[in-house]
């Protein structure tokens, strides 16, 4: 007889057909069944909509699918059993052609009148039945949840109930009471009911109306009743709490995270027993977890209604694992031995002695590792046992698999693991799971529907491309093999016409004659005695450690090991498996006796003749080696009883009500809510607003802990077994591993003994989780009790009320305005910085920009809010990637247009340093520019770029923001673009525009010419014309407002005229031709008849000549009718058809300009071209006709920039007056082209006049030392290129210097550069050979203040940028006033702390807690001296390294020492004082990260050596010895490299995922010492004497190895003359956004180089 697992299970076939059955026409398709046992028996299925067409809505993730639970059914055969009342418990009423719902319009409680829900129902005994017991039921869910009710026949309506949870339209209700209590406005009870429900305790008192699901109760779609029975529909969570601990247990990373996941759990608890329900079977297996990790209990976990899952029916045979007689299962399922519970020491002790197949005994591994039968995705595992070549043989070593070594490796090779193994970046040998959802598709690819062999294996269906034959399925995949080649014959047998049966091996005659004998193989002894190898493998201490290295068996590790997972390797077990005593004989595991050819015919093996005694076969052990045997199995059941965890102090496998217990009794414990919920008619949102707290108060103490342990207990027994639970999981988070086993609860319940376990717990969560355990059950704390334990801090519960609505079932739309207002009101502030970064990634998942105009205001408000709570580096983390996203999308949204408004950009500048602003944000402001954006969106993003063009200084605005926009050209850059570049020229001046942007484009202008003129592409010509046409466009916006003696110096004198060069070149494409005719045109009008007859006129009289003659050659004499000369105010279209139409262009325009006098005397060729004018578009000279209309007309129907076409101009509207501030949009829109033009032009006039003493005193000029762009800033290096806009330029060094300024007396040893790139302060020798640093502004190279306070010579700086501080170390460290130069602490280490070397000192990275305030060390070289420091931002604290090697942490808000590092007492010397430091590179939260990632500290010593340590113990990770000599300073560029200089003459790189003793990435070439370099990005600028070298990082891997530098020597410039640089250089700092580098020298000057 089948012991199945749960009341009312079934099997896979019968719940897919009873579903299918039942629910036809619902459009829900079975997907596979949901068992808790190792049987793949069941009474719940997991479904999806037959047309996988639900879309994600709103910004919520859609889910993966439905689970539809099966209630007891049996209304026709409980039919003599009657209850007294025919309404179901809360008024749902069983009307069949109807649906009801348990809430109405009013949002309360609705209740049937005459019913009465507390009555018993009368039976013969005194047990509820059939219908009373699913009245019961139901009530029961209805209490807890608001679900609908659908009847029979209303299956279509199903899908609808579907569609509106996917739209999320379900507790829209909630919301917007939610919303409207916002406003102080009461509707309905659905929000104060929510309200209660996150621990508002102004509603404590008051009953809920049964209408509103608690936030972490899993919402229940339906109640869905069929003929003979209900199904319960919910959705599918997309994890457990399981899976979490097994799979990702770095999702919660932090303690908060465990507290918070608690406090939740806990929440619904306390929910479930104020309604007088217990849970019952509170576990991790059973706590539901979204993808936000957010945790939720399901209604059909409670042990009421999971007591009544199934569809158990006593008319059905013994064999109950099958409802249907006509079941084609029933053989596949009668001979399990398995019981009901999981209890693996006993289905351990059963195997090993021979009493449980192998079979069984892996289905029961398979499902302590989270398998789960039925899904492809983490399918139940077996071991290929044969290879199908040959029939197996007991007595044969032919065609046996080797079950010492994995598929994988069988499969793939041992060399190439190898090689996988050393060259891959991250070693492993495995990259994919043991059983692939690939491969078990495939091989179930006969008996699945199409559409999930399309998604799963290939989304085009090839039938001939999976394996026909068992043999080439066996060698085709590298994973393991499923169950139903063991068990199912109907495998082979294919659904689809167009794909043949699996063919069977030659020595089989069927499928079930193949099933029997593939059976037998594993079974057999051959197996039997090598299984525990296999076993060891998938489940055991081979997936770990030396022993997955040894067997191959590394698995590659997950990228994120914090990202959630439900599937995944778990290891049962830490030792070797035992390997089994004795096989099992067929007669025992075989059940078909009858159809057995083995049991009928006596075809027999050595497995056939195997008994369970221990003399039935040859290979059985002796006496003595079974005793051996026996001790080491119990042992290994004993040391590996974590795979028995218990959570329930009665340890109930069953939910079945007891004596003790009665469903009556249940039944009366369940509360029952008021009708109508009473109003509080004084509710004041503020008062609300108030319960937001931080943890600022004192942390938690002992003694709170133990006050709180002494109020309320439990009142009921079952709601004490659920705290029992709850303390079993807190503790299991902590540990993990179980608290219980079998074992050790019963000691508990005997001795009182504790597990020793708890032990190795937190203090405060040892004292929480021994009051939810006590034998007890009175003295256990209530769940409500609970909730308000000190455990959790005014942060948890502060989050949870404000994230608790975003769980609502509803929009987007409301949910971000809820959340908005709650923010705005000051709920984010209230709780500190801490909460309202862990509430981040709830709130900003919601901001997209496909919101509507209307919901752009919340999220731009929401954004705002985390910009003021959140710190730097959780808004890096958390809020920039959200705004980076919007930024990206091409399409137009509203948000974009507000994310790009000028308060919002200041905001986010100042928020994250201009640095940031410029790497991260700046970049996508200008993609809003290019590829055919929308007008408004252009608009905006124009506007941010010239507002920001001040204020990031010349050298930043050239490279960031010119040379980004020229990059542009001929790639779509519309007109805003092109009008940005003009106006940043008009905002900063002529001389910028003159010495930056006209260089610019004269080189892009040249290198298109000359590119046109080779043999090229069509693309690449066709990009040459839009390059062109983009630049002559820029190129005529900045002569229309450069003053004319400008334009004169610039493009007419001592020049070819760039618009005259184009037009000379007649292989261009008309378009370029009519847009360089037209800026001539322009060019003409800007300086005047005289300019143009001294500067213009002599440069067209040769292209005046070369159209005469072309004309002459080409015999052109039929007029042109597509020109035409327009008269008074009507204008049609001038566009150029053939190069001959210049001279209708610009003939007419100049002779009206100029004279035709004038003009004849420069153009010899005139009289042929006046000539062709008249025969071509008969035109003839007027002396007195007005023929400026013609040039008129001709500006009027100039060819547009950006889309190419004629359009109406719509140019960029001028949002800044002056530097950077803005104006208002309502006068923005009365603004036009020409005012902001005129104002231009007079500013210009104004600089222009200015510019003449420029030349006298350049020093009154910002950034007057910054260099004009030469050649090699323009095309070809970085226009045309296929990369965008963010792509990184290669960067040259020059080596050239553009300024030198004194800045000390004496050596300057240290610079520290802002972030703004305008602020560097210099440390050096100052007047009495002390200490004394500067402060230099960039732009005027002029020293502002200073720090005077040192007495010894500075060796490092470091700019706090968090709280604009500066420190300083000379031996002590000093932290001083960045703008004032005013001391504000000092701190130094006491000489006592470090005595002298002896015989005592301690070893050792022991954490000692330094007392001294501070104060200034006068003791020098004692060991006790700073030698080296280290900022790290991320942490707010300074690292400071000392003499004797040790290593001291700085708290800079708190201006407090925190813990030291001392050195071993070996190395306490002054030869090994720490002379350099670094930590990770990275910019990510280290919440969660592993130590080798980004938690690391590097300390270079003068010895040499360089030590590794952990961030958060002290703990060495590795020591090696870096170089041969002196460490002058170490740099992390990313998380695993570190670049290290030395005395040695080297610079070297260490990857630290390798073996750092063996590496040998070596730079070399130095004559001397390495005594500093500087690293951006992927290049490293290094100085040693007085010579540089620049080298990247990013070569490729045959590179590696040792590599040369090239050396430079700086130069500078006087009077057009080189002169080498003598002086000894001392140290350099790299200005990344200008691409400059400064660099100090012994002599103390600060040279600026590029």
């Known amino acids: 007889m089948v012991c199945s697992p749960e009341t009312g299970a079934v099997c896979p076939d019968c719940l897919e057909r009873r579903v299918l059955s039942d629910l036809a026409g619902s459009g829900l398709s079975f997907v596979h069944g949901l068992s808790d046992s190792p049987l793949p028996f069941a009474s719940s299925a997991v479904v999806q909509m037959a047309s996988d067409g639900a879309e994600e809505s709103n910004g919520r993730q859609h889910t993966s699918g439905f689970v539809l639970v099966g209630l007891h059914g049996g209304k026709a055969s409980f039919g003599s059993k009657q209850c007294d009342n025919k309404s179901l418990e809360n008024g749902i009423h069983i009307d069949p052609p109807a649906e009801q719902s348990i809430y109405n319009d009013d949002n309360r409680y609705t209740e049937q009148a005459g019913s009465s829900s507390g009555k018993e129902c009368t039976e013969d005994d005194k047990s509820p039945s059939g219908f009373c017991k699913q009245q019961m039921v139901i009530g029961t869910i209805t209490m807890l949840i608001p679900v609908h009710y659908l009847s029979i026949g209303h299956n279509s309506e199903v899908r609808e109930l579907i569609t509106s949870y996917l739209n999320l339209s379900t507790e829209q209700n909630v919301i917007n009471s939610l919303n409207l209590l916002s406003e102080n406005k009461i509707s309905g009870s659905a929000g104060l009911d929510f309200l209660s429900f996150v621990g508002f ?63 939740q759990i806990i929440s619904a608890l306390a929910y479930l027993h104020d309604l007088g329900v217990h849970h019952g079977n509170l576990r991790p297996s059973n706590i539901l977890i979204s993808d936000s990790l957010w945790p939720y209990l399901s209604v059909s976990d409670t042990c009421p209604v999971k007591h009544n899952l199934g569809f158990a029916d006593p008319k059905c045979s013994a064999n109950l694992c099958c409802s249907m007689e006509d079941c084609s299962s029933k053989a596949i399922y009668a001979g399990f031995k398995l019981q009901s519970s999981l209890d693996w020491q006993s289905h351990f002790k059963k195997w090993w002695a021979g009493e449980l197949s192998n079979y069984e005994y892996l289905l029961v591994l398979n499902k302590l590792a989270g398998r789960r039968w039925g899904d492809p995705a983490f399918h139940t595992v077996m071991p290929w046992v044969i290879d199908f070549t040959v029939m197996p043989d007991e007595s044969s070593d032919n065609g046996w698999r080797d079950l010492t070594k994995s598929k994988w490796r069988l499969a793939k090779g041992d060399e190439q693991l190898d090689f996988t193994y050393s060259s891959s970046e991250v070693p492993h040998h495995v990259s994919d799971e043991c059983l692939s959802e690939l491969a078990v598709c495939s091989y179930k690819a006969r008996r699945l529907p199409k559409t999930i062999l399309r998604s799963a294996v290939r989304s085009v269906y090839e039938p001939n491309e999976y394996p026909s034959s068992m043999q080439r399925l066996y060698q085709w995949t590298p994973d393991e093999c499923i169950p139903e080649f063991y068990s199912d014959p109907r495998i082979f047998v294919s659904l689809h016409s167009e794909m043949s049966d699996l063919a069977l091996p030659s020595w089989a005659t069927s499928a079930e004659d193949f099933i029997c004998l593939h059976r037998d193989a594993l079974e057999g002894d051959r197996v039997s005695q090598q299984l525990h190898h296999w076993i060891d493998i998938t489940f055991g201490y081979k997936l770990s450690g030396e022993a997955s290295v040894e067997a191959k068996n590394v698995m590659l590790p997950p990228s994120d090991p914090s990202r959630p997972k439900s599937i995944g390797r778990r290891q049962l077990f830490t030792r070797p498996h035992p390997k089994r005593l004795v096989s099992t004989p067929h007669a025992v595991y075989h059940n078909k006796m009858e159809s057995c050819s083995r049991c009928c015919v006596g075809r027999r093996n050595a497995t056939t003749d195997a008994v369970l005694n221990s003399c039935g076969s040859p290979n059985m052990l002796s006496e003595i080696d079974c005793l051996e045997e026996f001790e080491q199995s119990t042992l290994f059941a004993e040391l590996e009883h974590h795979l028995n965890p218990i959570y329930d102090y009665a340890d109930t496998s069953t939910c079945s009500s007891s004596a003790k217990y009665t469903n009556n009794q249940i039944a009366d414990q369940i509360l029952q809510p008021d009708s109508v919920l009473p109003v509080a008619p004084d509710f004041d949102f503020s008062s609300f607003l108030e319960c937001f707290e931080s943890d600022d108060g004192p942390p938690m103490g002992y003694q709170e802990l133990m006050l709180w342990n002494q109020g309320s207990y439990s009142a009921n027994e079952r709601h004490a077994n659920d705290v029992f639970s709850i303390g079993c999981m807190l503790a299991e988070i902590y540990l993990h591993r179980p608290l219980f086993d079998t074992a050790l609860l019963a000691a508990y319940k005997e001795n009182g003994i504790m ?50 609505p975003l769980q609502v079932l509803c929009t987007s739309r409301e949910r971000i305005k809820y959340v908005a207002k709650l923010a705005s009101e000051g709920a984010l502030k209230a709780m500190g910085e801490f909460a309202a970064e862990m509430c981040a990634p709830y709130c900003l998942s919601l901001v997209s920009s496909s919101l509507s105009d209307v919901d752009t205001e919340s999220a731009l408000a929401l954004l705002k809010e985390f910009l003021n709570c959140l710190s730097i580096q959780a808004t890096k983390e958390l809020v920039l990637h959200i705004i980076q996203k919007i930024l990206q999308a091409a399409e137009y949204s509203h948000l974009k247009v507000a994310l790009l408004q000028d308060s919002f950009v200041r905001e986010l500048w100042k928020k994250l340093g201009k640095q940031t602003y410029i790497e991260k944000v700046h970049p996508l402001v200008i993609t809003n520019l290019y590829n055919s954006p929308n007008k408004i969106t252009a608009s905006a993003a124009s506007t941010v770029l010239i507002g920001s063009s001040d204020e990031l200084g010349i050298p930043i605005t050239v490279h960031q923001t010119v040379v980004p926009l020229i990059n542009c050209f001929g790639k779509g850059l519309c007109v805003d673009g092109i009008d940005t570049l003009v106006r940043i020229g008009g905002l900063l001046g002529e001389s910028f525009t003159v010495k930056q942007i006209l260089p610019l484009l004269r080189n892009v202008i040249f290198s298109c010419i000359d590119s046109s003129k080779m043999s090229k592409s069509e693309p690449q010509h066709s990009w040459n014309s839009f390059a062109l046409i983009d630049s002559l466009s820029a190129l005529e916006g900045l002569v229309s407002v450069l003053p004319v003696k400008a334009v004169l110096n610039e493009l007419l004198q001592d020049q070819v005229c760039l618009h005259i060069k184009v037009l000379m070149q007649i292989h261009l494409d008309l378009r370029v031709i009519q847009v360089a005719t037209t800026a001539l045109v322009d ?72 004279g035709i006098e004038k003009l004849r005397e420069y153009c010899s060729t005139w009289f042929l071209l006046e000539k062709a004018l008249q025969r071509l578009y008969n035109w003839k000279w007027e002396p007195f006709g007005d023929c400026s209309k013609n040039a008129e007309n001709l500006k009027g129907q100039r060819f547009r920039p950006g889309n190419y076409i004629s359009s109406e101009f719509v140019p960029t509207k001028l949002l800044f007056n002056g530097v950077g501030q803005s104006v208002p949009q309502s006068e923005i829109a009365q603004s036009d082209w020409n005012g902001a033009a005129s104002k231009l032009g007079s500013k210009f006039e104004h600089e222009a006049s200015s510019d003449n003493s420029f030349t006298s005193s350049s020093g009154n000029q910002p950034w007057f030392w910054f260099p004009s762009p030469d050649s090699s800033w323009g095309a070809p290096d970085f226009l045309g290129r296929s990369g965008g806009v963010r792509d990184e330029l290669p960067w040259k060094i020059k080596a050239s210097v553009l ?12 610079l520290a550069v802002h972030d703004d790139e305008c602020t560097v302060f210099t440390g050096g020798v ?104 280290h900022y790290m931002e991320s942490e707010g604290r300074l690292v400071a390294g000392m003499g004797n090697g040790s290593i001291r942490f700085i708290d800079i808000s708190r201006d407090q020492k925190l813990h030291l590092w001392k050195s071993d007492s070996a190395e306490i010397s002054f030869s090994s004082l720490v002379s350099a430091i670094c930590s990770c590179g990275s910019d990510k939260l280290r919440k969660g990260s592993s130590v080798a990632s980004s938690s690391w500290i590097a300390a270079g010593l003068s010895s040499g050596y360089c030590r590794l340590l952990d961030e958060r113990s002290g703990n060495i990770i590795a020591v090696w010895r870096a170089h041969d000599g002196h460490i002058t300073k170490l740099a992390a560029p990313d998380d695993h490299l570190i670049v290290s200089s030395s005395l040695d003459r080297t610079l070297r790189v260490w990857d630290l995922r390798g073996n750092l003793a063996t590496q040998s990435t070596i730079f070399r070439s130095h004559s001397d010492g390495i005594s500093n370099f500087s690293v951006w990005g992927q290049d490293v600028l290094s100085i040693s004497r007085n010579k540089i070298a620049l080298t990247s990082l990013s070569k490729p891997a045959s590179e590696i190895g040792h590599q040369q530098l090239v050396l430079q020597n700086l130069y500078s410039a006087d009077r057009g003359m080189k002169h080498k640089n003598l002086s000894v250089l001392s140290t350099i700092a790299v200005l990344p956004l200008s691409r400059l580098f400064l660099v100090g020298t012994e002599d103390g000057f600060l040279k600026i180089c590029h």
Request: proline fraction near 6%; hydrophobic fraction near 35%; charged fraction near 15%.
């Open 1083 to 1154: 060019l003409c009008q800007r300086i005047g008849p005289e300019n143009t007859s001294t500067y213009v006129l002599p440069q067209l009289k040769e292209l005046f000549a070369e159209l005469a003659f072309s004309h002459e050659s080409a015999g052109l004499s039929l007029p042109k009718k597509g020109l035409k000369i327009s008269e008074g105010n009507k204008s049609e279209p001038i566009k150029l058809e053939s190069r001959i139409d210049l001279v209708l262009f610009l003939y007419p325009f100049l002779a009206s300009l100029v």
């Open 1299 to 1310: 300024y030198s300024a004194r800045a000390h007396p004496g050596a300057l040893h240290s």
């Open 1326 to 1429: 100052g007047p009495g050979f002390k200490g004394s640093i500067q402060r230099w502004e960039l732009p005027n190279m002029n020293c502002t203040s200073g720090y005077y306070g040192h007495e010894e010579v500075v060796n490092s700086i470091c700019i706090l940028s968090i709280t604009g501080r500066v420190a300083s170390c000379d031996g002590t460290i000093h932290i001083w006033n960045g703008q004032t130069g005013k001391l504000i602490a000092a701190h130094a280490e006491s000489s006592t702390n470090f005595p002298l070397q002896t015989a005592s000192i301690e070893q050792a990275n022991m954490l000692s807690q330094d007392a001294l305030s501070g104060g200034i060390l006068s003791n020098a070289f004692r060991g006790s001296l700073y030698t080296a420091m």
């Open 755 to 804: 597990p020793g376990a708890l032990q190795q717990l937190p203090s405060h969560v040892t004292l929480l989780v021994e009051s939810c355990i006590q034998r007890e059950w009175k003295r256990r704390p209530s769940a409500k009790h609970l909730f308000e334990s000190p455990y959790f801090p005014p942060s948890v519960r502060s989050a949870y009320m404000f994230l608790a």
């Open 201 to 263: 305790s102004a509603f404590d008192d008051l009953h809920t109306s049964g209408c509103v699901r608690h936030p972490n109760i899993l919402p229940v779609l339906g109640v869905l009743e069929t003929s003979d029975s209900y199904y319960l529909l919910h959705p599918k969570a997309p994890y457990t709490l399981e899976n979490i601990m097994h799979y990702s247990s770095e999702a919660f990373c932090s303690d908060w995270h465990i507290r918070f996941l608690m406090y």
